[in-house]
């Protein structure tokens, strides 16, 4: 009888999940008529908000935070957004409590090792992994990890996500201006131009953000993209990260259809 129940149960859940999967793909379907945003980023916070609001252990708002990455990304990739760029860990958290950074970091490894599996969402849905940062802060296996990772994606094309890890804007910027000196060295200093730090920019593998949404309600950018938002629609929802859903992207793209041309305007006159 227990067994019957469980079975039925079973079948119960995968009938929903296809009703569900229909009616997403015929949402998408709709919203596909208008202008789709090319660069999706998101901030992904209130990870450690959403475990304590849920009253669970330490790490675990984390991991129902890569839970919500990975539906978002099968989300974009429905619908055919091209690159995804997402905040994982900035330079600053580094300032953390200690045995916090080390949670975080064997945390991230093992996401990151996860992402090698044949099964997982990047080979699936043939999304080439980018991490973004300054990796030489990293743990020597967290880096090692990631390389991997790069290297095993990397005749993937379908969707690009960028992963910000041990990042933030200003060091980005630094680090680009420093580039095109080295590059410029042996000439004059002063023909250095706005294209020349652009290339050297480490988020230079993809068009700038589209839309920048970043989860709890929150409004500051906190460091991260700033070069490259500047004509970026802001969307602060305020659901935490971990409960970040299909309606909050969907609310967010109309906004970014019923703007569009406005921006677009906006941008050819700043040409």
């Not at 429905?78 to 975080?104: H, M, Q, W």
């Not at 970026?232 to 970014?256: K, M, T, Y």
Request: proline share 3%; net charge neutral.
């Amino acid at each position: 009888m227990v067994d019957q129940i469980r079975h039925m149960c079973v079948g119960i859940n995968q009938i929903l999940e296809q009703i569900h999967g229909f009616s997403r793909r015929c949402l998408f379907r709709v919203i596909s008529m208008g202008p789709l945003p090319i660069h999706l980023a998101f901030i992904m916070d209130g990870n450690r908000r959403y475990a304590k609001k849920q009253d669970l252990e330490d790490g675990s708002g984390h991991k129902a935070g890569f839970s919500a990455l990975m539906a978002m990304l099968q989300y974009c990739y429905e619908l055919g957004i091209k690159y995804v760029t997402v905040y994982a860990f900035s330079i600053d958290n580094f300032r953390r409590k200690p045995e916090e950074v080390r949670s975080l970091m064997d945390l991230m490894l093992e996401k990151i090792k996860s992402l090698l599996d044949k099964e997982s969402i990047v080979h699936e849905y043939g999304i080439r992994v980018y991490f973004i940062g300054n990796l030489a802060l990293l743990s020597d296996q967290v880096r090692v990890a990631a390389e991997e990772v790069m290297q095993a994606t990397a005749e993937n094309s379908r969707v690009g996500l960028l992963v910000c890890v041990a990042y933030n804007s200003t060091d980005e910027i630094v680090q680009a201006v420093k580039k095109s000196c080295v590059t410029k060295l042996d000439r004059d200093m002063e023909t250095i131009q706005l294209v020349d730090i652009e290339e050297n920019m480490q988020m230079s593998v993809a068009p700038d953000p589209d839309i920048l949404i970043r989860s709890s309600g929150e409004t500051r950018l906190s460091n991260f993209l700033l070069w490259q938002t500047g004509s970026s629609q802001l969307f602060s929802p305020d659901a935490l990260w971990p409960e970040i859903g299909l309606r909050h992207l969907v609310w967010a793209i109309l906004n970014f259809q019923k703007s569009h041309s406005y921006f677009e305007k906006k941008k050819k006159k700043q040409m």
